[in-house]
């Protein structure tokens, strides 16, 4: 049988948009009211350009939601609604990957764990399910030699041609958050050559300070166009990611596309260091969201600010580009991009 599997880029025309309110403050201690109204905001700019696909933990929590969406004068017919408990609101992750398998779409089931971190993930391993079922698509659980493969959707990014680029420190630790215990470089090829049709993948290494995930792909490099990335740079040789950074730099200078041809990197700055209750936040401007008309980019009440949106509207000249402030958000350890999860058209 031959592999018609292909993973869209996230620039390719979208049906919409999948989110989860929040509704678990223990992601968000002392900030939860605030990220409520966060959340609205997020979901008016999506709902301005395509279908937003939210899910909601109960019919209580929808009747707050659609009010909380017209106080702020949200259009509502914008919005389907999906009711599932979850444990967590992190759609990027636990939320289905949506190829396409020739003609039609498949929901993909990358069996969420929690990050390998976690214990209460239980009502999250099912959201593939429940979206499958919303958008009246087939799922498949990800499998290889007939056990369950872990990978979040925020751990890999692809050009849709068949290049994905992924980190070393997210999949080939060999102590800390494994998720696929003695998976090789090459068992993790294999697995993404089936289910996402990729015959190119670029490692990177190490991600940056802070990051819950241990890595995450979405926080360092994405793909603005076929053969052009943005990759996030430190400035200061101080910095404890200034090393990790500049190797990354290095191995996508050296990294070759599916075609054979180098990338296009385009430097994208990081903003100066939050810290919240004695913790370093990852906060970084690669965790934008593209969307069909607009991408919508993370701010951080910082200089750097401006420069990183100037940056990225040069990258999508044919997009409005949008800062959202991300300064509450990011207290959850992830900003837009970890939130959500396009539904390609």
């Known amino acids: 049988m031959t592999n018609s599997r292909r993973f869209p880029a996230e620039w390719e025309k979208q049906q919409g948009i999948l989110l989860c309110f929040p509704h678990n403050g223990n992601d968000w201690p002392g900030k939860y009211e605030t990220i409520q109204w966060a959340f609205v905001e997020f979901i008016k700019k999506i709902s301005a350009f395509e279908e937003v696909i939210l899910v909601v ?21 914008a919005i389907s609604f999906i009711i599932h408990k979850t444990n967590r609101s992190w759609m990027r992750d636990s939320g289905p990957i949506i190829v396409k398998n020739g003609t039609q779409k498949e929901a993909l089931d990358f069996n969420f764990n929690g990050w390998a971190k976690y214990n209460n993930y239980q009502l999250d391993k099912w959201v593939p399910r429940m979206v499958a079922k919303f958008l009246n698509i087939p799922v498949q659980q990800v499998t290889y030699k007939g ?6 959707g925020g751990a890999i990014e692809t ?3 068949g290049t994905l680029i992924t980190s070393e420190e997210c999949l080939m630790h060999p102590t800390i958050q494994v998720r696929n215990p003695n998976f090789t470089k090459a ?7 089936e289910f996402l049709g990729i ?3 670029i490692w990177l290494g190490n991600g940056i300070e802070g990051d819950d995930t241990h890595g995450h792909i979405d926080d360092l490099c994405r793909f603005v166009n076929e053969n052009t990335v943005v990759t996030i740079v430190e400035s200061d040789k101080k910095d404890d990611n200034y090393k990790p950074l500049q190797d990354n730099l290095k191995r996508l ?11 296009n990197i385009v430097e994208l700055p990081m903003p100066k ?12 401007y690669a965790n934008f969201l593209i969307l069909n008309k607009s991408v919508l980019v993370p701010t951080f009440n910082d200089s ?25 958000l990011i207290w959850g350890f992830g900003t837009l991009h970890c939130l959500s999860q396009q539904i390609p058209a």
């Open 57 to 77: 933990s109960d019919e209580k929590l929808k009747a707050k939601v659609i009010g909380m969406l017209e106080i702020a004068e949200v259009n509502t017919e």
């Open 147 to 152: 056990k369950p493969v872990i990978v979040e």
């Open 159 to 161: 050009n849709g041609k």
């Open 187 to 193: 068992d993790y090829e294999a697995v993404f050559k």
């Open 199 to 201: 015959t190119n993948v």
């Open 253 to 263: 200078q050296n990294a070759k596309l599916e075609n054979g041809k180098p990338l």
């Open 273 to 284: 260091r939050i810290y919240f209750d004695g913790i370093v936040l990852p906060a970084s």
């Open 304 to 328: 750097n600010d401006r420069v990183a949106l100037n940056i990225l509207a040069d990258c999508f000249p044919n997009r409005e580009i949008i800062g959202i402030s991300a300064i509450d």
